[in-house]
Antibody, heavy 119, light 111 residues
Framework: QITLKESGPTLVKPTQTLTLTCTFS??????????VGWIRQPPGKALEWLAL???????RYSPSLKSRLTITKDTSKNQVVLTMTNMDPVDTATYYC???????????WGQGTLVTVSS | QSVLTQPPSASGTPGQRVTISCSGS????????VYWYQQLPGTAPKLLIY???QRPSGVPDRFSGSKSGTSASLAISGLRSEDEADYYC????????????FGGGTKLTVL
């Protein structure tokens, strides 16, 4: 079965760069149509889509955060990495990675990891 | 402020039918499929409806989706206490090189 798990720091300081890793199993990121996305959710607030990387290394980013985000994949390790620069307290959120199915939806999600931005 | 607009709250009594709306624009709902996610307290979102009105296996047929123009709706019939959750709509947006957009979420309370 498909599983995903996010990992990374739970606390970062303002202006620092956040690096999150999504380690997955049950599928290959070299399969046509497949992707892995990142979505975040500030405490008590709505979901916000961040980025998506496809099997062919095509990448899409949230227009409002594009300048701060980089998404990469390591197919051999079954990992996707998201980096976000210049972190601010408003970036405090639970960050989820999710499997993107070739039919065009996020059908499997990680448990999420809470990242707090504070000095 | 979310690109897709949902009412912040909805409520109903057990057995009732409730609907949750999702309003967008021509670049997202108007030209692409709509997806619905259910998020129970303290858990990750779960895919509830895909491609406007399709249910993944395991999702009860009490849940249904529809789309018309630049708006979509999620209907829940035979409301049950375990349906109390946050519901989010989502769609691909063709503008600005393409990106996903989510609604602001609707908190459903079963009275």
């Amino acid at each position: 079965q498909i599983t995903l798990k996010e990992s990374g720091p739970t606390l970062v300081k303002p202006t620092q760069t956040l690096t999150l890793t999504c380690t997955f199993s049950g599928f290959s990121l070299s399969t046509s149509g497949v992707g892995v996305g990142w979505i975040r959710q500030p405490p008590g607030k709505a979901l916000e889509w961040l980025a998506l990387i496809y099997w062919d290394d095509d990448k899409r980013y949230s227009p409002s955060l594009k300048s701060r985000l980089t998404i990469t994949k390591d197919t051999s390790k079954n990992q996707v990495v998201l980096t976000m620069t210049n972190m601010d307290p408003v970036d405090t959120a639970t960050y989820y990675c999710a499997h993107y199915d070739s039919s065009g939806y996020y059908d499997y999600w990680g448990q999420g990891t809470l990242v707090t931005v504070s000095s | 402020q979310s690109v897709l607009t949902q009412p912040p709250s909805a409520s109903g009594t057990p057995g009732q039918r409730v609907t949750i709306s999702c309003s967008g624009s021509s670049s997202n709902i108007g030209s692409n499929y709509v997806y619905w996610y259910q998020q129970l307290p303290g858990t990750a979102p779960k895919l509830l409806i895909y491609r406007n009105n399709q249910r993944p296996s395991g999702v009860p047929d009490r849940f249904s989706g529809s789309k018309s123009g630049t708006s979509a709706s999620l209907a829940i019939s035979g409301l049950r206490s375990e349906d109390e959750a946050d519901y989010y709509c989502a769609a691909w947006d063709d503008s600005l090189s393409g990106h996903w957009v989510f609604g602001g979420g609707t908190k459903l309370t079963v009275l």
